[in-house]
C-alpha cells in the first residue's frame, strides 16, 4: 500500500509541478440549533424573513423548526466557502430577534421530545413528503437524537487531476468510469482512516444531562457541574451510538466496491420490510407516522460517515443519478461543529481535511467485505466513545496497532498529499494547516481534549459554556461586514423562494396518496 502511494504521490508531483492541483470544488452545510437567550430551544417557528426552507439556496431547516442549515455554494476557494458560510451567519442573526445559533454538536437542554416541532416545508406533496420522513424518524429514533448537529463537507477533484492519476495508473476504461471507481476507492479507505477527523475535530466529548438518562446507556458517563455527563477519553459522542441503536440499520449490507454494487445495496435496504418499524404503523387514523415499514424510508435515511452523490436531476431518486452519471462529489458528515469558531469550521480545518481525502485516494484501496465494514464502523465509535485512550488499538485492513501508531503513519501520507496540495500556491497553507494539527496531537491540544479542559478549568457545565460562547459568537456575528451578500440580495433571495414554493405547490396534480405510490414506483425503476 505504501509503495503504491508513494509511486503515485512521485509521479503526480512530476505531472503537476507546471500546472498544480488546483480547483478542488467544496461546499459546507452547517447545522444549528436555535436558541432563546436562556438556553432554550426557540419556540417559534421557521423565521418568514429567511425564506421558505422548501425552496431557499441558502438557508434551510433540517429535521425540526428550529433547526437551522447552512448551505454553500460550491466554491473552488477554501477562503471564499468560509466568507461565504461566514455572510449567511450573519444574515440569519439578523433576522432571529435577539436568539443565539447554539455553538455545540448535542443539543441544549431538552424538555419534553414532543415540544421539538417538526419542520413544515409547505402544502405541496414534496413539502409533505419531507415532513412525513420526518414523522418517521421522530418514531423510529426519536426526535433528541434528530437535533444533534454537524458539518458535511463537499468535496470534488477537478477533471484534470482525474486524467493525470488515470494516466499514472495506466487506465484505459472510460474516465467517468474511472473517476466513479477511484471515488469509492476514495469511500472505503474513508471508512479505514476517516476517525482522524473525529480524533482531531471532535469537540462533543460531553452533553447536556437533559439529553439522556446516564442509567439508560451502556457507555460509562462521569457527571460534572450540575448536569453534565462526559466521557474521559470520548472526542465526538455525536458519533457514536450512544446506546440507542437501530437493528434494522445496524444489520445493513451496505456495498462499497463499485458503483453498482452500492446502489443495489442502497435499494434494496429501501424496498426490504421491517418488522420493527412496521409496528409503529404507516397511515395511522389519516395521519402518516412514516413514509413506508421499510428499514430505510427512503435513501437519506442511510446513516453513514460519508456519501457518494451526484446533483440529481428532476424526478431522480440518489441511486438514480449515481446509476445512470456516476459519482459527482463525496459528501463528508463525520465532522462535529467547531465550538471554538463563530461558524462551526476553519480553513485550516478544511486544509486537513482535504489532505486527508487526498491521501485516501493515493492509497491503494482493496475491496473491502462486510466484515471489514464492520470492524470499520466498530473503530469509528472506538475513537468516538475513548479516542484518546493511549492503549486503544484498532484493526485496520487487518493490521492491529496502537492508535498512535496508525495516527503517526497516517498523518505521514496526509503531510505528503498536503505538499502536493501546496504545489505552485503563494503560501504552503495546507502543510501549515497540518503542522498545525500534528502539534496538537503531540500535545494533547485535539478539539476534545480542549473542550473537556475547559469544562474542568472553569468548573461549569457544558450548557453555560455553549451559552456563553453562542452570545459571543452572535456578537461576532452581527459585527461581520458582507462581502458575497448584501441585504438586498437576502431579502430577494427569500422573497425568490416563497414564489418557487407556491409555484410548486399550484403545480400539483396528484394527491398525497397518489404522489407517494408513484414516487416509490418511479424509485423501483
Known amino acids: 500500500m505504501t509503495q503504491q502511494f508513494t509511486t503515485r504521490l512521485t509521479q503526480l508531483s512530476a505531472a503537476m509541478a507546471d500546472t498544480g492541483v488546483l480547483g478542488i470544488k467544496r461546499g459546507i452545510e452547517r447545522e444549528a440549533l436555535r436558541i432563546c437567550e436562556q438556553g432554550n430551544l426557540a419556540s417559534n417557528g421557521h423565521p418568514k424573513a429567511l425564506g421558505a426552507a422548501l425552496t431557499h439556496p441558502l438557508i434551510t431547516t433540517d429535521y425540526a423548526e428550529t433547526l437551522l442549515e447552512f448551505i454553500t455554494p460550491v466554491s473552488d476557494s477554501v477562503e471564499q466557502v468560509l466568507s461565504r458560510l461566514t455572510d449567511i451567519h ?116 460531553a452533553l447536556c444531562g437533559s439529553f439522556m438518562n446516564a442509567g439508560e446507556s451502556q457507555l460509562a458517563f462521569q457527571k460534572m457541574g450540575k448536569g453534565t455527563l462526559y466521557l474521559p477519553y470520548a472526542t465526538s459522542l455525536r458519533l457514536s451510538d450512544l446506546g440507542y441503536t437501530s437493528s434494522a440499520q445496524h444489520e445493513l449490507d451496505i456495498n462499497y466496491n463499485s458503483v453498482s454494487e452500492y446502489v443495489q445495496s442502497v435499494r434494496r435496504a429501501v424496498s ?87 491521501a485516501c485516494v493515493l492509497m491503494d484501496s482493496p475491496e473491502m467485505c462486510k466484515a471489514e465494514l464492520q470492524a470499520c464502523r466498530d473503530n469509528f465509535n472506538a475513537v468516538a466513545i475513548e479516542g484518546r485512550n493511549p492503549e486503544l488499538s484498532l484493526t485496520i485492513a487487518g493490521e492491529q496497532q496502537s492508535l498512535p501508531a496508525h495516527i503517526e503513519s497516517l498523518l505521514d501520507k496526509m503531510q505528503q498529499a498536503a505538499q502536493l496540495l501546496d504545489t505552485q500556491r503563494p503560501e504552503p497553507d495546507f502543510s501549515a494547516s497540518l503542522e498545525q494539527a500534528v502539534a496538537d496531537v503531540a500535545n494533547d491540544n485535539t478539539y476534545s481534549s480542549r473542550f473537556l479542559r475547559l469544562l474542568k478549568s472553569q468548573s461549569v457545565d457544558n450548557s453555560n459554556l455553549g451559552l456563553q460562547w453562542a452570545a459571543q459568537y452572535r456578537e461576532e456575528m452581527l459585527g461581520h461586514k458582507a462581502i458575497n451578500w448584501q441585504d438586498q440580495d437576502f431579502s430577494a433571495m427569500a422573497e425568490q423562494s416563497f414564489a418557487e414554493q407556491q409555484a410548486i405547490e399550484a403545480s400539483d396534480d396528484l394527491d398525497f396518496d397518489q404522489f407517494l405510490t408513484k414516487y416509490f414506483e418511479n424509485a423501483n425503476k
Open 90 to 205: 450573519h444574515e440569519t442573526l439578523k433576522q432571529l430577534d435577539g436568539q443565539r445559533l447554539w455553538p455545540l454538536s448535542m443539543p441544549c437542554y431538552i424538555g419534553d421530545e414532543q415540544d421539538i416541532v417538526l419542520a413544515d416545508y409547505g402544502q405541496s406533496n414534496i413539502g409533505k413528503m419531507k415532513h412525513a420522513y420526518r414523522q418517521g424518524l421522530r418514531h423510529r429514533y426519536g426526535s433528541a437524537m434528530q437535533v444533534i448537529s454537524g458539518v458535511h463537507y463537499n468535496f470534488s477533484l477537478p477533471q484534470s487531476f482525474w486524467q493525470q492519476l488515470q494516466q499514472v495508473d495506466g487506465d484505459k476504461q472510460p474516465l467517468s468510469d474511472y473517476i466513479s471507481q477511484r471515488y469509492m476507492g476514495l469511500i472505503r479507505n474513508f471508512y479505514r482512516y476517516g476517525w482522524m477527523v473525529a480524533y482531531l475535530y471532535g469537540a462533543s466529548p
Open 272 to 358: 426490504s420490510h421491517s418488522e420493527e418499524f412496521a409496528n409503529i404503523g404507516v397511515k395511522v387514523d389519516g395521519e402518516y407516522r412514516q413514509l413506508n415499514a421499510n428499514i430505510l424510508q427512503i435513501e437519506n435515511e442511510l446513516y453513514a460517515p460519508i456519501r457518494a452523490k451526484r446533483v440529481a436531476k428532476s424526478g431522480q431518486t440518489p441511486s438514480q443519478a449515481l446509476a445512470e452519471d456516476g459519482i459527482e462529489y463525496i459528501e463528508i458528515r463525520a465532522l462535529d461543529v467547531n465550538p471554538f469558531d463563530a461558524v462551526g469550521v476553519t480553513e485550516a480545518q478544511v486544509r486537513v481535511i482535504d489532505s486527508l481525502l487526498l
